[in-house]
């Protein structure tokens, strides 16, 4: 039976345990830090998107999809593996072994396949060279650098240190957006001046992690065992394919728009909106599903399924709500949201925005859902979920692009994201598969429709400007969504209030 005190209490822990934090103390650090890099992210990009024309934004949005997909495969899904394989228990000898297994070893390999990476592209830049050639140069460099960001940041999420995780984050994120808007402005306004600040700024930021990770967890050359190695591989290499399927899934439209519209201004109008919604991404995966999935590997390991399952029910009597609320917001003022951030002439990526945004709200809802697979270690089951996803959305792709053009990618990716869904729902262990509830649920779609209807039928008060509408909103759904739902519901009511009584005990 469902309690409402399952999301506010912390958990309880025995005089020898350290100190755990509940899920939605994680969510809401990872909330912060996601604050923090969302706002780094509302101060360049209205500057970025009138520095840059759509061509130069078509070009960061094709090389960034090879950059996601190259980490990806000289990662060897040791991120994935990182977090399934951390010693909770075994003390200073496990996390040595650890150490060389399963982040000194696939960081090695790693950068074996790189180095003949520069080789090959070497070759294709001599025999046919590519447009914008220099900058594949400059991405083929930002992938070690890249990789070693992301196992430190796979350890912090690993050892739950929220706070450090988020920071990482935060602290790249800034990093970038300073040194790249310095570039940008004052030295080079393209692509490439892009490419050449990120550079700098992840070399000096995986040098500053080297030091971090050395101090927090061992690795030696010496510790290196091959069977525990191929166990890790095992595990990690159908995440490659699934993380590569899971990049393309969201990025192979820019690539298919660049290839079958033959125009890199469509791509950098997909790319605008897009990025600007994977911010909505940023704050439901990164924030709430990270914080979900640190506490739920642990409870599997020491204390079953059904501790994960009541952890998520608790997170979905809250997730439902703001997803609702997120969906009306995007729909209503979602298209002032892109024209006060980009400008007036960026007007054909509003609806790619919400849209998209919308699917990512969806897909953050669902995510919570259909979670499970990786705590039964089927990874390749995952794999086999995201290529049949990924051969829908090519398909879709290839019909839809030419006959919808830019819309035609977003329409793909939605109904894509929709069937992985729903799938994966149905392939979850039936001990860890959960709904929201079904009085939260029509609660929460209700008060959203009345959200909607009230931004339709007054027009948001006729208010030009996107900033006093954004704002009129915000003020309008206190009273259409916020207030309601806590008069309507009692247990959100209790999960809230006494998760705030809880942290003022703590």
């Known amino acids: 039976m469902f309690t409402p005190l399952t999301l506010p209490l912390k958990p309880t822990r025995s005089m020898s345990e350290p100190a755990r934090h509940s899920v939605a103390t994680h969510s809401l650090r990872y909330v912060g830090g996601n604050v923090l890099v969302m706002i780094a992210g509302f101060v360049s990009f209205p500057i970025m998107t009138r520095l840059l024309d759509n061509g130069q934004y078509g070009i960061l949005g094709y090389f960034d999809a090879w950059l996601l997909i190259l980490v990806a495969v000289f990662k060897l899904g040791a991120q994935h593996t990182i977090l399934r394989f951390y010693p ?5 000898g496990a996390a040595e072994r650890f150490g060389a297994n399963f982040v000194l070893l696939p960081f090695l390999c790693g950068c074996a396949l790189w180095l003949v990476a520069l080789l090959v592209y070497a070759g294709i830049v001599a025999t046919a060279p590519p447009e914008a050639a220099a900058i594949g140069w400059i991405m083929l460099l930002l992938l070690p650098p890249t990789m070693w960001i992301s196992y430190a940041g796979s350890i912090a999420f690993a050892q739950e240190k929220s706070l450090i995780s988020a920071g990482i984050a935060v602290a790249q994120r800034w990093l ?26 992840a070399i000096v930021f995986a040098l500053f992690l080297l030091r971090w990770v050395r101090s927090h967890l061992a690795m030696h050359r010496r510790d290196i065992d091959a069977k525990t190695g191929r166990e890790g591989l095992r595990y990690g290499l159908p995440m490659v394919v699934n993380e590569i399927a899971s990049n393309l899934l969201s990025f192979a439209d820019r690539l298919m728009l ?14 605008i909106g897009y990025g600007l919604a994977l911010n909505i991404s940023n704050l439901l995966n990164y924030a709430l599903y990270n914080a979900y999935t640190q506490v739920s590997v642990r409870e599997f390991e020491t204390k079953g399924p059904a501790a994960v399952v009541r952890t998520k029910r608790a997170v979905l009597l809250v997730v439902v709500y703001l997803a609702a609320a997120m969906i009306a917001g995007l729909l209503s003022v979602g298209n002032d949201v892109l024209l006060l951030m980009a400008g007036n002439s960026k007007a054909q990526s509003a609806p790619v925005f919400q849209l998209i945004g919308v699917n990512y709200v969806v897909d953050g809802l669902a995510g919570i859902c259909t979670a499970g697979l990786l705590l039964h270690k089927r990874t ?9 996803a990924l051969a829908l959305n090519v398909l879709l792709n290839l019909f839809w692009i030419p006959r919808f053009g830019v819309m035609g990618a977003v329409y793909a990716t939605f109904v894509s994201f929709i069937v992985l869904h729903t799938v994966k729902y149905f392939f979850c262990p039936r001990d860890l598969r959960a709904l929201p509830g079904w009085r939260e649920t029509l609660t929460a779609v209700a008060l959203g429709a009345l959200s909607l209807a009230a931004a339709y039928y007054t027009n948001i008060f006729g208010i030009a400007s996107h900033l006093g509408r954004l704002a009129a909103m915000a003020a309008m759904m206190i009273f259409t969504f916020v207030l309601p739902a806590l008069a309507l519901d009692s247990r959100l009511r209790d999960a809230i209030l ?9």
């Open 498 to 506: 006494g998760y705030v009584r809880g942290k003022r005990h703590e």
């Open 88 to 92: 909770h228990v075994g003390g200073p």
């Open 176 to 201: 970038e957006a300073g040194a790249i808007l310095c570039t940008v402005y004052f030295l080079d306004r393209s692509a490439r001046g892009v490419y050449l600040a990120r550079l700098g700024v």
């Open 258 to 271: 660049r290839q079958l519209l033959v125009d890199f201004a469509a791509v950098g109008v997909y790319t």
């Open 380 to 388: 390749m089951t995952i794999l086999m979920l995201s290529l049949l």
